[in-house]
């Protein structure tokens, strides 16, 4: 009786090192944190918008169709490195995509577009980071897919890689 | 040995009393000195984002420049701390507090040592008594 008990303890830790060993194998980021805008209204906001000389209106421009949010800015290397997906996700799914220019210089910001091409619709313009800190961003690069009722249903932080573009692919199809 | 122990428990108390990093930058601080006590006080049990296991008064990151002067401008214009601590979390979510809330989905973050403290005296106290017997 006394052995059988002794057992118990045992049991629980080894469940226990079990766990931990799966949460440390698993494809995971740990530092990657749920976004809490998640089946949300889009934050209100008014920017200016890069290009064109107008004002965009977050109450106008979303819940009309399906779109795709990007934070970006010239000075960050992993923007440069995603883009390339970007611009598939504006040609191959033919998703309209509004790219929030964070915390940028004009000249870099065109000279980028220029030299990389320019897959978005609108860029409004997020000169002091104020927009960011309303759709709860804190590490640019980061994606956000807006549904057709204006509700954002899914966030990606950090670089879209291929497997991030194959799995938002799939989202973008299934989200209405 | 004496001087030994002296020495370990003067390092040991240097640690102790060893001020903490400060972020907050000169031309952050407000000049109403009751404000700016309360937004240190907040920005203390705000997390940065991007540290993750810093405060925001602590960080030098531009997120928590920025976050620490939303937080000024927010008590400026006459914002409650709650009403503070809400626009945060409606944001970032429970993560961006330091100290986790006590609701539902935390009972069994905060009441499980205690649990655990009384299966440890129910274990102990059991074990005594056999051993008495014997």
Known sequence: ?176 | MKIKAFIILFICLTQFFSTSSIGVEPDEVLKNKKQELRARDISKNIRCMVCQNQSIDESNSPLAKDLRILIRNKIKEGNKDEEIYKFLTYRYGDFILLKPPFKFSTYALWLLPFIFLMIGIFVIYSHNKKSKKI
């Not at chain 1, 440069?80 to 210089?105: A, C, L, P, Q, W």
């Not at chain 1, 870099?108 to 000169?127: A, R």
């Open chain 1, 1 to 176: 009786m006394k052995k059988q008990i002794l057992i118990i303890p045992l049991a629980v830790f080894l469940l226990i090192i079990s766990a931990f060993f799966y949460l440390l194998i698993i494809d995971r980021n740990p530092s990657e944190i749920p976004s809490n805008l998640m089946n949300k209204n889009v934050p209100n906001f008014k920017a200016k918008l890069l290009l064109k000389n107008k004002d965009f209106l977050s109450s106008k421009e979303f819940g009309n169709e399906k779109v795709l949010v990007n934070f970006f800015a010239s000075w960050c290397k992993p923007c440069r490195d995603e883009h390339i997906f970007i611009k598939r996700f504006s040609k191959e799914k033919g998703i309209r995509i509004v790219g929030i220019n964070y915390k940028d210089k004009f000249s870099n910001t065109t000279k980028w577009l220029s030299d990389l091409g320019n897959p978005y619709s609108d860029i409004p313009l997020d000169k002091n980071g104020r927009i960011a800190i309303d759709w709860g961003v804190y590490g640019i690069p980061e994606t956000f897919i807006v549904n057709s009722k204006g509700i954002i249903k899914y966030r990606h932080v950090g670089p879209i890689t291929k497997k991030v573009y194959k799995k938002i692919s799939l989202l973008i199809e299934e989200i209405e």
